[in-house]
C-alpha cells in the first residue's frame, strides 16, 4: 500500500508523543515527547532498560495504545481522531505483530493462525488459506502446516507467528522482543528471517533487550526514561561472513528470491 | 469488511465449542429443557384448540355460541375463569333462547342446560353423570349421530332419554339400551335412542357426549322447579356468510332484553375453544412459567458458560484484536456462540418437547398440535436468551484491553 506513495511521508512520524499513566500524585510518564520518523523499509532496533517506554512506543505505534499527547501520523494521517473501528483496519491492513510469547491460538492449526488476520480483511476461506500456505513455504513451513503449534518448536512458532504477521501484507511489522523466549539458535534463525524481510523492503520495528541483535538492524534507537537517548542510523549493515555461513547452512532451503517474486505478483 | 464474517464465525464457534464439549452439551440441555416444556404445553393446549375449531369448521364454520358471564379476556381468562358458574344462577333465560330463535339469519339455535346428577337404573349408579336437557334442534347443529332409536322431537315425552354407548355401558351393562329406564333426581326416564361412540370429550359443546344423557328442556327444567338454567346457547347461522351479523343482531338483542347489561358472551371461530380448555389454560399458564423459569436458569448458564469461555481466551482476543479484530467482529464472534448453544437447545427442545406431547397424548383423546405458533414460540425464545444471555459477556470481550489481553497467561 505505501510503496506506491515512496516519494511522499514518511511510514510513521510521531510530533511530541506523550504517553501518561494514572493521574494526580501517581501520575507516571512512561513517553514523554518523543519525536520520531521513521521510512519505509528502516530496520529499526529499540533498545534500552526494562520501564523506559519501549513496549508502549510500539503498543502506540501498532495502534493498541493511545497517546495522552502529541500527533502520530501514519502514512501521512493522523490517526488521533479516528475510531477505534478505524484503527481496527489499519490494525488488519497495514500493521503485523510479532510477540515474545508467540501468541497462537493452540485450537487453531499452523495454515489457520497464520490465515487469521486475513478474516478480519473479509477474504474468503478459500483464499485465505492459500495465501496463508504460499506465506508458510516462504518460511520452509509448509510441511506443518495442519501440525498444531504445540507440535512446534519455539523457533518454528515464531517463524509460523511472523509469517502471519507478514500475510496479510502490511507496510511496518511491529516484533517485541522477538527472540526473548528462543534460545540462542533460534533466535538467530528469528533473526535471519527478520533481516530477510528487511531486505525484500519491508519495514521493520523491533523492540529487544539483546544488544547482539542491533547488528541486523539498519538503525538503533536507545531509549531512557520515556525519551530517546541516541538515534544511531547505520548506513550499511555490518555483516558477519562466518556467522552468515554458518546460519544458511543450518537451514534446510535458502530463500528462493523467484518465489518472492511469485508470491508478490498473487498478492497484487 | 468487504464481507460479513458470519460464516467464519460460525467455524470459529463450531470450533471453541467442540473442544469444550461437555459443558457445551450441559449448557444446551438447560435451554433444551426450557424449550422442551414449551413446546409440550403450547402443542397440547394447541391440540385442544385445533380439535374445537375443526369441529367449528366441520359443522359448516357458521357456529356461534352464548354464554353467560362477562368474556374474560388476558391472563385473567386463566387465573379467574367466570364463564363457569355451576353454583349460581345463569344470567341466560329461557326468554333469551326465545329471541334468538326470532333473529334474522338464525337458522337454528339449541339451548343447553346441563345438569351434574347421579343417574340410577336398577342395577346399577353412575355418579356425577352429566345430564343435557336441550331442543331436537341440537342433533343438527353439533351433529350427533344416533346408532339407534331417535333423538328428542317435538312430540317426545319430557321422560325420554337418548344417552351416549358408554353411559349405557355403565348404566346397564349393554350397549343396547333401548326400552330401559333411569332415574335421575327422582323422576324416571326411558330411553329412546343411543349416541354412536364419538369418541370426543372435547368439542365447543364442553360436554362429553359418550358419557351424557341427553332430555329435552322440559325434562331438564324439572330439576331447577321448572325453571331453565341455560349454560349455553348454540346458534347455528343460515351460512357462513350471515355469522358476522348474526351475533352483531344477538348481541344487540340480548342486551337490549338484559337491559343494557353485559352479563352473557358471544363466542365464535377460535374463541368457543377458550372455555373448554380453561383446564389446559390453567396447566398452559403455570407450566409456561415453570418454562420461563427454566429458560431463565438456561440462559443464565450460558452467561456463565460465555464468561467462562471470554475468560479462558483472554490472549486470543487480544490477539485478535492485533491482527485487526473490531471490537464489532470480538462481539459477534462471542454471540454467534451463545447463539449457537441456545438455538441448538432449541432445536433439542423443540424435537424432545414434541417426543413429550406425543407420549403424553397417547392417554388423551387428541394429539398435539403442529404450528408455525409452536416453531416461532420454541426458536423465539431460544434466540432471545441465547441473545440476552450471551450479550454481556460478549461486550466484555469486546471491551478488554489487548494490551492486557497479550499480556494475560494462563
Known amino acids: 500500500m505505501a510503496k506506491k506513495k515512496t516519494p511522499t511521508p514518511p511510514v510513521i512520524e510521531l510530533r511530541g508523543l506523550t504517553k501518561r499513566y494514572g493521574m494526580g500524585d501517581a501520575e507516571q510518564t512512561a513517553l514523554d515527547t518523543i519525536d520520531l520518523q521513521i521510512e519505509k523499509g528502516e530496520f529499526i532496533a529499540i533498545m534500552g532498560p526494562s520501564g523506559c517506554g519501549k513496549t508502549t512506543l510500539l503498543n502506540i505505534l501498532g495502534l493498541l495504545d493511545r497517546a495522552s499527547d502529541g500527533e502520530y501520523f501514519l502514512d501521512g494521517k493522523t490517526i488521533e481522531r479516528m475510531s477505534a473501528a478505524r484503527h481496527a483496519r489499519i490494525r488488519s491492513q497495514q500493521i503485523g505483530f510479532v510477540f515474545q510469547s508467540f501468541n497462537l491460538i493452540n485450537r487453531l492449526s499452523v495454515i489457520e493462525n497464520v490465515a487469521l488476520p ?151 | 469488511m468487504n464481507r460479513p464474517l458470519i460464516i467464519e464465525h460460525i467455524q470459529n464457534a463450531y470450533h471453541s465449542l467442540k473442544i469444550t464439549r461437555l459443558r457445551t452439551v450441559l449448557t444446551t440441555a438447560g435451554v433444551a429443557i426450557g424449550v422442551a416444556t414449551i413446546t409440550t404445553v ?74 351434574n346428577s347421579s343417574l340410577k337404573s336398577s342395577s346399577n349408579t353412575v355418579r356425577n353423570g352429566t345430564i343435557v336437557a336441550t331442543t331436537p334442534d341440537l342433533a343438527d347443529i353439533a351433529q350427533l349421530p344416533l346408532r339407534d332409536g331417535q333423538f328428542i322431537d317435538s312430540v317426545t315425552n319430557k321422560n325420554t332419554a337418548v344417552i351416549g354407548t358408554k353411559l349405557s355401558i355403565d348404566l346397564f351393562g349393554t350397549d343396547q339400551p333401548i326400552g330401559q329406564t333411569f332415574t335421575a333426581g327422582g323422576q324416571q326416564f326411558t330411553i329412546i335412542g343411543v349416541f354412536k361412540t364419538m369418541n370426543n370429550p372435547i368439542n365447543f359443546n364442553s360436554v362429553d357426549f359418550d358419557h351424557a344423557a341427553v332430555l329435552s328442556l322440559e325434562g331438564g327444567k324439572s330439576f331447577h322447579q321448572g325453571i331453565a338454567q341455560i349454560q349455553q346457547i348454540d346458534i347455528k347461522a343460515k351460512s357462513k356468510k350471515d355469522l358476522p351479523d348474526v351475533i352483531k343482531r344477538v348481541d344487540a338483542s340480548l342486551t337490549n332484553s338484559h337491559l343494557g347489561e353485559k352479563d352473557f358472551s358471544i363466542l365464535s371461530g377460535n374463541a368457543i375453544a377458550q372455555p373448554a380448555n380453561r383446564f389446559f389454560a390453567a ?64 432445536l433439542l427442545g423443540y424435537i424432545g418437547g414434541y417426543a413429550i406431547a406425543f407420549m403424553i397424548s397417547t392417554f388423551l383423546t387428541f394429539n398435539p398440535a403442529f404450528s408455525w405458533q409452536v416453531v416461532l414460540a420454541a426458536f423465539g425464545t431460544s434466540i432471545i436468551v441465547g441473545g440476552v444471555f450471551g450479550l454481556y459477556p460478549a461486550l466484555r470481550a469486546a471491551r478488554k484491553d489487548p494490551i492486557e489481553s497479550l499480556r494475560h497467561y494462563h
Not at chain 2, 423459569?293 to 484484536?321: D, Q
Open chain 1, 118 to 268: 486475513l478474516a478480519y480483511k473479509g477474504m474468503s476461506r478459500m483464499r485465505r488459506l492459500k495465501q496463508a500456505s504460499d506465506s508458510l513455504k516462504n518460511f520452509h513451513l509448509s510441511e506443518r502446516e495442519y501440525y498444531m503449534p504445540w507440535q512446534l518448536s519455539g523457533g518454528q512458532m515464531q517463524r509460523v507467528a511472523i509469517a502471519r504477521a507478514l500475510v496479510n501484507d502490511p507496510s511496518i511489522i511491529l516484533a517485541d522482543e522477538p527472540t526473548g523466549n528462543l534460545d540462542s539458535k533460534a533466535s538467530h534463525i528469528i533473526m535471519e528471517e527478520l533481516s530477510d524481510l528487511h531486505k525484500r523492503g519491508n519495514t521493520i520495528i523491533m523492540v529487544t533487550h539483546n544488544p547482539d541483535l542491533t547488528t541486523y538492524a539498519s538503525r538503533v534507537i536507545r531509549m531512557l526514561d520515556g525519551q530517546i537517548d541516541s538515534d544511531t542510523k547505520i548506513p550499511i549493515k555490518i555483516e558477519d561472513p562466518a556467522a552468515k555461513v554458518s546460519l544458511s547452512s543450518r537451514r534446510t532451503k535458502p530463500t528462493k528470491p523467484a518465489k518472492k517474486t511469485k508470491l508478490k505478483a498473487k498478492k497484487k
Open chain 2, 283 to 346: 396447566i398452559t399458564f403455570i407450566m409456561t412459567l415453570i418454562a420461563g423459569i427454566s429458560l431463565v436458569v438456561g440462559g443464565v448458564g450460558i452467561m456463565n458458560i460465555m464468561l467462562v469461555g471470554v475468560a479462558e481466551r483472554t490472549r486470543e482476543i487480544g490477539l485478535r484484536k492485533a491482527v485487526g479484530a473490531s471490537n464489532g467482529n470480538i462481539i459477534v464472534q462471542f454471540l454467534v456462540e451463545s447463539l449457537i448453544i441456545s438455538a441448538f437447545g432449541g
Open chain 2, 42 to 115: 403450547l402443542s397440547l393446549s394447541g391440540g385442544v384448540t385445533q380439535v374445537i375449531a375443526g369441529q367449528v369448521t366441520a359443522l359448516g364454520g357458521n357456529i356461534t355460541v352464548v354464554r353467560p358471564g362477562t368474556p374474560t379476556k388476558g391472563l385473567e381468562g386463566f387465573t379467574n375463569p367466570t364463564t363457569e358458574q355451576t353454583y349460581t344462577t345463569s344470567t341466560i333465560t329461557e326468554q333469551d333462547y326465545d329471541n334468538i330463535l326470532d333473529i334474522k339469519g338464525v337458522e337454528s339455535a339449541a339451548p343447553l342446560m346441563i345438569i
